[in-house]
């Protein structure tokens, strides 16, 4: 085979991982479209190599036999020339409007106006393969039509929306289909994550027929488990229009990661379609990128507006002529090329077109002692790992809202690996790196390494741990490398040899300058307790039910001990309060701890007081929900002119539901710096 780049410019390009075989490396030049820098002309050659294929006859298939990256589709409403046996395109994505008295669809050219079924029928006579996109429709009580977007506002119509469902299914040859849709381009807020789910699982319960869900598109790509929720699907249908790389990748990597079918619809419309105009440049990137994923493509060839007459698809004869042109020379070239690109194979995963993430730790408080990073992974979206980390093995990895799994896609040796880049203070004692998971007769381990790969410590998974901690006093520098590997023998595809359920690396810095300070607060870690298990030298108030105070020996910043309080909701407030401390009118007052929130709202009070005891002025912080880590808080005023003590208030407002730990105050007093000179 010759180069087909000979003759093009290109820039040279570093990235991530190297392929072995010159030739594939050579493919990969034009596959990848690194950064968004690949030239026009190297586009045009790919453009060349698929005009010169003929198409063949469509063969008779099943109708869910899967679809790969060879399989071409259409997106829109039945026609003539899509169901065609002389159309080249093996599949459809097929809209079909439903509620529980009718079925139709968006668009058709036959005066005869058959059913949606016999469409269905006739498409599977000539080896289509059809995926259904059902737009439930449903009356509110004033008999107006309302889409899925309204069942958040009347909860009432999810029962008209599942009806509408059941009539579309029970009037269709379900086995005649590859999947349906729950509708198209949702988005999560408003309570639809909630709803699709809701009807995702009544579909599940009552019909043999894979259930995709599909997002809304977005200007960085609308990606379950990345940034937009993971929710209950058999796949997923996309149709990222606006992408070019590297999001492009970073979208269809998240999919994949899924190990679900996944079909992306390219935008193949002419200038005129309002919204976004057409781009060689993106359909070849999304292209490139798709065929690298095995992910199979659909094209959305329609340039008018919903009023328009269907002759605006792009077969059809009085088509523009530059929506024939797109359509012919792009969407027709690819579905008919017999000298595609060869199959990417799935080492090539793991070349991505940018280069490692350096995380860096960074001090937010002089007085902060560890430093962590960590990701769980049972979560529905905000995976870190898939842009903070280097990926090898990127196809042996499964996740889907769960621990990440070693599951390979083929029978044999498998591993999977992240590595990952840390630049820590130069003031760090140590590094603990953890692994949390379980094998499931393959291995977990974890290691630190320094920047050359050389490995300075690694621990093998133990009772679903590996734990080890490296003594940086030693190291030369302040850049180190880590590693969570999970590897095993696959007997057959698809089984799960290992999984990671959280990783962490914390940094321990050593002794800063506050730390010879002496602290103003009396039991500022909560380490002394009183005959109620409370802390001494603070004292608790309580209003209302529902809201209690105790001390936490299991998660704790420093020391063995932490403070835990829990709110309910119920309407209950609790707040407490650490002994009085001398204060001088004009000097500032810093109050800084460490604190985790998983849920709700609490307050950090500074309050000064006169020598009546009166209150006579405060400040306060609030410490945000869903911190999953220790996190350093501050808040510093200057005390006022009739201020003789102070203190601080730990406060958790009536009616908001938290869990909030601390530990580790401490309080520091500085003179104002003043202008001038």
Known sequence: M??????????????????????????????????????????????????????????????????????????????????SSSSPFSYLIIQALADKDAISSHETTNKEKPSWNDWLKRARANGKRVIAD?????KDNTGKARGFHAVSKNPILLESYKAAFDSFLQNVDVENLYAITIGEEHVFWNGQEENLQLVYDYLKERYKVPVYQWWSPSSKGSVPGLNWPNIRADGWVADEYFLTQP?????????????????????????????????????WEQYSVCLKYNIPMAFFCWSGRQSTPSNKWGWAEDASPEMRDIFQNFCVKVATATNAPPPVVDLDWDIVPWNQKKNIFKLESSRQKFLTYQEIFSKKRGLAFMGDARVSGFSNLNWDSSPLQLR?????PAAATLN?????????????????????????????????????????????????????RKYPGNTFKTFFRMKGQAPRPGIVLAELSSLMVEVKCGMSADDDL???????????????????????????????????????????????????????????????????????????????????RVAIYLEFFDRNGKCVYKKNVWCPSGVG?????????????????????????????????????????????????
């Open 2 to 83: 010759s180069d087909p780049t000979v003759g093009t410019s290109r820039q040279s390009i570093s990235c991530q991982g190297a392929s072995p075989d010159p030739q594939r490396n050579r493919w990969l030049g034009m596959l990848h479209v690194y950064g968004g820098i690949m030239k026009i002309e190297m586009l045009s050659a790919l453009a060349l190599l698929i005009l010169l294929g003929s198409g063949t006859p469509l063969q008779a298939v099943g109708p869910r036999e899967p679809l790969t990256s060879k399989d071409f589709g259409l997106y829109g409403g039945w026609s003539e020339y899509a169901v």
């Open 134 to 138: 059902v737009t439930a429709i449903a």
């Open 247 to 283: 999001d492009m990748e970073i979208a269809m990597r998240g999919y994949t990661l899924l190990q679900k079918p996944v079909f992306q619809i390219l935008f193949a419309s002419s200038s005129r379609f309002s919204s976004l105009a057409w781009s060689e440049k993106r359909f």
């Open 408 to 412: 390979p896609r083929t029978a044999g």
């Open 420 to 472: 990952y880049l840390f630049e820590c203070p130069k003031n760090a004692d140590s590094v603990t790196v953890k692994a949390i998971g379980h094998n499931y007769g393959g291995t977990v381990e974890c290691g630190l390494t320094d920047e050359r790969d050389n490995i300075l410590a690694q621990a093998e998974l133990s009772s679903d741990m590996a734990s080890l901690t490296y003594d940086m």
């Open 518 to 600: 002496k602290n103003m607060l009396i039991n500022p870690s909560f380490e002394k307790t009183d005959e109620n298990n409370l802390p001494l030298g603070w004292s608790e108030k309580q209003n209302g039910e529902g809201c209690s105070i105790e001390i936490e020996r299991e998660k704790r910043y420093s020391g063995d001990t932490a403070l835990k309080i829990t709110n309910s909701g119920a309407g209950g407030s609790c707040s407490l309060r650490s002994s009085k401390f001398d204060v001088e009118p004009g000097k500032n007052y810093s109050a800084e701890g460490f604190y985790l929130n998983s849920e709700g």
């Open 629 to 677: 880590q220790w996190r350093p808080v501050k808040v510093a005023a200057i005390a006022p002119e009739a201020a003789t003590t102070g203190d601080i208030l730990i406060f958790s407002p009536s009616k908001i539901q938290s869990m909030f730990y601390a530990d580790d105050f401490f309080i520091s007093v500085s003179n104002i710096q003043s202008n001038k000179k």
